[in-house]
């Protein structure tokens, strides 16, 4: 009997566990632009670029090896619109009842997949066999535990599939080498940027069709310089390994003005739609390690995103979905700020991270945590507004890694499950961090008034606003105890500085 195999525009690997089960000869393979998935956030238009090219280049891949597939073209006459109608269109003119899916990534679309098997379809789902750790491995691995913590996840995993181990011990006798990941990069220059791409004819069609139809959304589409291939990717994936793992540990933490890529890998672009795999990707930097081509910081950082955090962040996502959108354990019910779709702000850390976020649809971990992701939690801006927000701005987001991320790690919404304190600082980490103070309008030196910088004060107004959830962390106890010993004048102008900024804004 055939099947109907569908393949989401995340899925683009031959690998997938739904390919590996069909039969070339009698199932067809469904691929299909949707307005429903191109319309649920206003995507930044080069992630709707991204997206829709390497599904076209993907297509022909398919086609070339031999796969029966029906492509559907988001402007096709007969397109209905959604996943779901498409592919209940397609089964229907096929006649065919059976579906077959690899689990999709976001509950949303599974929800709405779902939504088939009450109209006499049967879906076959498949396990996305592309994560280390299965949805059922890691509410296993949860149990019991109230408390979740990406370290115990992550050498679970690297004990499991023996990686950076020698025998039971992680190599180096360490297995977190993060204390090594945070060297400033002030004044030296960056040796090797990542590596781009030229569009082609597929990717230069889907350009005029992203600008002629979804123009008032958020970005630039030029310069697109992204992969869209395999092909490519993988030649992405070998310029870091060769040229820029190495840099990667010191400066993992460091910020710059006019560098927004740093010694990042920019690959989270093709890990998240399937162009690479994880594993080959981790295999890649582990091998570099043994021919001591990069150091054990450099490697063992770049491969814990991958094992440990992505993995995680994946196994929270699906554990606790679908509350997890909703949580707010701090109430807070602010409205963004404008100036997060223009950076037209006096805070030059700010600007520098939006306006390289609306060229680049990137910008790297420490901006997303420390410049955006801090003064989102700082100021109280409600949680969903700034989930729709990192779901619209970067190209890499979906869902399932973008929610946990500002839900847990940034914003501390969930209270706690995630992450063991809320990633909140002052000004001085970020002067710390990188260069953008010496050139900011505000001054860093100073805590209060109309001249200090933001940060400052609204780190400790945030403190005493929040007291009564967060004096008892353990890992708050130092600032909590500086807090108390401050005269009550100097709360009072921080609190009124505090208050004065966040209506301004
Ligand atoms: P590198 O710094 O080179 O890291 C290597 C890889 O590790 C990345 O490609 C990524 O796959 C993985 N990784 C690193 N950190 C994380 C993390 N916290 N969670 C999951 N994977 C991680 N990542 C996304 O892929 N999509 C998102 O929508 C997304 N939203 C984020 C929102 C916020 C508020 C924060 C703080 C982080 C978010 N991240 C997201 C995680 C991380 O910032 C990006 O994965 C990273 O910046 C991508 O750039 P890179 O490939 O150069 O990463
Ligand atoms: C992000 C996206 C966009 C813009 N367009 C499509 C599409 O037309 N067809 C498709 O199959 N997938 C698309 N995607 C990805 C989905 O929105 C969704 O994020 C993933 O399938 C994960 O569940």
């Keep these: 009997m055939s099947s109907l195999i569908l393949i989401l525009g995340d899925q683009l690997n031959k690998s997938i566990s739904s390919l590996k089960q069909a039969n070339k000869a009698e199932d067809i393979v469904l691929m299909c632009e949707v307005r429903a998935e191109a319309k649920y956030v206003k995507h930044h238009k080069k992630k709707l670029v991204f997206v829709l090219s390497a599904m076209r280049h993907f297509h022909q891949e398919l086609k070339f090896s ?13 397109n209905s619109g959604s996943l779901e109608s498409e592919i209940q269109r397609i089964a229907n003119d096929n006649n065919i009842n059976n579906i077959t899916v690899t689990h999709p990534g976001e509950y949303r679309v599974y929800k709405n997949i779902n939504t088939l098997s009450s109209k006499n379809l049967n879906i076959n789902w498949l ?3 592309r994560y280390f750790c299965s949805r059922d491995e890691f509410r296993k691995w949860v149990d019991k535990k109230t408390q979740l913590r990406m370290e115990n996840f992550y050498r679970y995993m690297r004990q499991k599939y023996n990686i950076l181990m020698d025998g039971n011990e992680p190599v180096g006798n360490k297995w977190n080498y993060d204390k090594e990941n945070r060297k400033p990069l002030k004044n030296e220059i960056i040796s090797s940027r990542p590596k781009i791409f030229k569009p082609d004819a597929i990717t230069n069609e889907v350009i005029e069709l992203i600008e002629s139809e979804f123009n008032e959304n958020f970005g630039d589409i030029l310069p697109f310089e992204l992969a869209v291939t395999r092909k490519q990717a993988l ?17 993992q933490d460091a910020m710059l003005e006019k560098e927004p890529y740093m010694y990042h890998s920019l690959l989270s672009f093709y890990l998240n739609i399937g162009l690479l795999l994880p594993a ?17 910081n450099a490697v063992e950082g770049f491969i814990r995103q991958i094992l440990g955090w992505r993995e995680f962040i994946h196994g929270i996502y699906w554990h606790k979905m679908p509350n997890y959108s909703t ?15 223009d950076g037209d702000t006096k805070l030059n850390c700010l600007s520098q991270c939006i306006q390289e976020t609306k060229k680049n649809a990137y910008a790297h971990h420490i901006q997303r945590l420390m410049i955006l992701g801090n003064f989102c939690l700082l100021t109280g801006i409600e949680p969903k507004k700034v989930c729709e927000w990192y779901l619209i701005v970067y190209a890499d987001a979906f869902e399932w890694v973008e929610l946990p991320n500002v ?3 940034i914003l501390f919404a969930d209270g706690g499950y995630l992450a063991s304190k809320p990633y909140a600082s002052g000004g001085a980490y970020i002067n710390k961090m990188s260069n953008y103070c010496k050139s900011c309008h505000f001054k860093i030196k100073e805590k209060t008034g109309e001249q200090a910088c933001p940060f400052n004060y609204l780190y400790w107004n945030f403190l005493h606003q929040h007291q009564d959830k967060l004096s008892n962390n353990q890992r708050l106890s130092m600032m909590y105890s500086t807090l108390k010993k401050m005269d009550s004048e100097k709360l009072t102008l921080i609190r009124s500085s505090a208050e004065n900024f966040i209506k301004s804004i």
């Design 66 to 78: 031999g796969y029966n597939v029906t492509y559907v073209k988001l402007n096709d006459k007969s």
């Design 127 to 129: 396990e996305d066999d």
């Design 235 to 251: 030649a992405a994936l070998n310029h870091f390994i060769k040229e820029r793992l190495v840099q990667f540990g010191d400066y």
């Design 280 to 296: 080959e990707v981790i295999s890649k930097a582990e091998k570099t390690y043994q021919n001591g081509h990069a150091p054990i």
């Design 327 to 341: 949580k707010n354990f701090f109430n807070a019910e602010n409205d963004l700020p404008d100036f997060f779709w």
């Design 407 to 409: 839900m847990g790690m």
